[in-house]
């Protein structure tokens, strides 16, 4: 991330005193104004990217979860309900609070593979260096969006269960969480897919990208499950 210094003066009788103090330019992106994520995102910046991109998604979606269950908390209709929502309440802004994170913790991976570009590449020596760098700054830019696309399933999961056993007058909101869910994981496996691409270990490549394909295969699955049952009780 970028840094800024700031001066203040402060003006004390027979003395004048400058206090320099470093400011980061671009702190946790979470507590930033949403335009100043649209405007650094819409730029020519390398981050934040799409990975960051699914990570709020998935956040999003965890948060119209939270949401689903907070209006649905102490409704009488719903009293059978409500140990079940607390739980989902619960899970779902535990969720929403660790996707909030991977925002950020994408765009840093991305900024230390970045760094890992400008290195020098002269001497055998520094090539050496360089390429060693490389492949391990590629693994844990990799391994950021796949811990995304694990937690898009989890969305999706809890989806399910709000629109099972949500407040009906809002169970599209149930069913836009696990089409941002579904999003997540899709946008999340471009990421991860891009990255073993470059990566040289065969073994971590192939694990990685087929337990993300399960992923993505168990988020369409219920996907389409959540989205039978929204349009169901919709009438």
């Known amino acids: 991330m970028t840094k800024k210094r700031h001066f203040i003066i402060l003006f004390i009788p027979c003395h004048i005193v400058i206090i320099s103090l470093l400011f980061e330019e671009d702190t946790v992106y979470i507590d930033q104004p949403l335009r100043h994520f649209m405007d650094k995102l819409a730029s020519k910046s390398p981050e934040p990217g799409g990975g960051s991109v699914a990570a709020l998604t998935g956040s999003l979606g965890a948060a119209l979860v939270s949401m689903v269950s907070n209006l649905t908390l102490g409704k009488e209709k719903y009293k059978d309900v409500q140990p079940q929502i607390d739980a989902l309440l619960k899970e779902s802004e535990k969720l929403r609070a660790e996707m909030q994170d991977l925002i950020q913790k994408d765009t840093e991976a991305y900024g230390a593979l970045s760094e890992v570009y400008k290195m020098a590449k002269t001497t055998d ?3 050496a260096a360089r390429t060693a760098k490389m492949q391990e700054a590629l693994k844990k830019a990799c391994q950021v969006p796949f811990e995304i696309g694990l937690k898009s399933l989890e969305v999706a999961k809890l989806a399910e269960r709000a629109a099972d056993i949500g407040n009906v007058a809002a169970v599209s909101d149930a069913g836009v969480a696990v089409l941002l869910a579904q999003a997540c994981a899709q946008s999340a ?3 991860v897919k891009i990255n073993v691409n470059s ?10 990208w087929t337990r993300m394909q399960q992923v993505m295969a168990q988020v369409a699955a219920l996907e389409k499950s959540v989205m039978e049952t929204t349009y169901k009780k919709m009438g």
């Open 189 to 191: 496996a471009l990421n």
């Open 199 to 208: 990566i040289k270990d065969d073994a971590f490549n192939k694990d990685t």
């Open 125 to 127: 020596a520094e090539k």
